[in-house]
């Protein structure tokens, strides 16, 4: 029963493909809590915002009614995939932390806490 249940949730979650969501967990029921050494309940909420793409970074336009914010290197929306994966303004520093271009590898392979040091080099992890 609970196989048939999954296969149905798993269905309608694969036709919402363009869900922002559905890059970082194309599976539903997959585990994506790499906690590691030294992981503070900070770190797991940055974490966790992130996956889910909601920081106060990149969605605090909605609360204070503003426009949603551009980055200035490139006249890019400014997302959380962005800021990971696609910035060009970021590569240099992004290449010392890791090198993937896919968020579903990003959060399973790569050490979370390289991915708060890269945040943290940018000065962004503060905002997070």
């Not at 050494?37 to 336009?61: D, F």
């Not at 990971?84 to 399973?108: A, E, G, H, N």
Request: proline share 3%; charged share 25%.
């Amino acid at each position: 029963m609970n196989a048939h249940i999954n296969s149905i949730w798993q269905r309608d979650w694969d036709a919402e493909g363009a869900n922002k969501l559905h890059e970082v967990l194309p599976n539903l029921g997959e585990d994506l809590h790499r906690r590691g050494e030294g992981a503070g309940r900070k770190r797991e909420t940055a974490m966790c915002r992130l996956r889910v793409g909601h920081t106060w970074l990149t969605q605090s336009y909605l609360l204070n009614n503003e426009q949603q914010p551009f980055c200035y290197a490139c006249d890019s929306l400014y997302t959380v995939r962005h800021i990971l994966i696609d910035c060009p303004d970021f590569q240099d520093t992004r290449r010392k932390y890791f090198s993937v271009t896919d968020m579903y590898i990003l959060f399973r392979e790569v050490n979370p806490s390289r991915i708060v040091g890269y945040l943290k080099d940018l000065g962004v992890y503060g905002n997070i």
